[in-house]
């Protein structure tokens, strides 16, 4: 079921007529809160409150995937803006948002009545994924992020994007007119600061520089290509439209049958956000 709340498309998984009128006696508090000039209390004060919740998650990140996977009892909203779901949070529309810690920080720190639960919900390890009959790549993806990791580049990459000192990230590899090239799936909607799309479609942040870094290494192009978040295991699977692909989670027993991982090369803590 799709949702249009104001401006912003939200979508909501498995909604139940109870869950619509749950959420429809919330906005009617929310109402009354505001005409009072209150805002809710937190319902959700540690992570393990978080099951039962009602959940809002930003479009194209991490957030999504852990949506995707919720059964905790309560119900979960997909946002394309985070003004409008910091907003459902204050007025308790939604209990809480789930968003990795660098995204949590920037919410909170921009936001009003709202906090980040101190404790993380759990932590994401990041790992390139292909078709299981591509071992062979991910072995020279895998000797490549050593090297990577090895020259600091890696640790680089993480604090220029993730800390946004940017003004430090490493210089790119001189373009090189290679005999190969490996297509690399990525998100298609801008989350920084792993990926963020330009007006004219150019991709830049953590996911793309790696990935740059890590063909060069291999002695191939590279050649992105953006695909919906959901779409990102089968397109690797099938090998038809990528290669193998950086992104959030791929981990699940549907494709564990099909995808080889590479080995992580970066730990994202995914924590909660809460009314104050």
């Not at 959420?23 to 109402?31: D, I, M, N, R």
């Not at 308790?92 to 995204?103: F, R």
Request: with cysteine.
């Amino acid at each position: 079921m799709s949702l249009l709340r104001g401006s912003v498309n939200a979508r909501r998984k498995n909604p139940s007529r109870a869950g619509r009128v749950k959420a429809a006696v919330a906005v009617l508090l929310a109402l009354v809160s505001a005409a009072c000039g209150r805002y809710p209390d937190a319902s959700v004060k540690s992570p393990s409150d978080v099951l039962g919740s009602e959940i809002g998650v930003l479009a194209g990140t991490s957030g999504e995937i852990f949506a995707e996977r919720y059964d905790g009892g309560g119900e979960a909203t997909v946002y394309l803006s985070a003004a409008a779901m910091m907003g459902d949070l204050r007025d308790g529309i939604i209990d809480c948002a789930i968003a990795d810690s660098a995204t949590s920080a920037k919410i909170a720190k921009e936001g009003k009545r709202v906090t980040v639960l101190p404790a993380r919900l759990f932590k994401l390890e990041l790992r390139a994924a292909a078709a299981r009959e591509a071992f062979d790549m991910i072995d020279d993806i895998d000797s490549a992020l050593a090297e990577l990791k090895s020259d600091g580049t890696v640790t680089k990459l993480q604090k220029a994007y993730v800390l946004g000192k940017t003004d430090e990230i490493p210089a790119h590899p001189a373009p090189r007119a290679y005999e190969r090239k490996l297509r690399c799936a990525v998100p298609n909607e801008s989350s920084p600061p792993y990926i963020v799309y330009a007006e004219d479609g150019t991709a830049s942040g953590f996911f793309p520089d790696l990935a740059l870094f890590i063909c060069d290494k291999i002695g191939v192009n590279l050649e992105l290509v953006p695909l919906r978040t959901s779409r990102l295991a089968e397109a690797v699977a099938v090998g038809r439209d990528a290669d193998f692909a950086f992104g959030w989670e791929f981990y699940s027993a549907e494709a564990s049958d099909s995808l080889v991982y590479s080995k992580t090369y970066a730990s994202i803590e995914m924590t909660v956000i809460t009314r104050k």
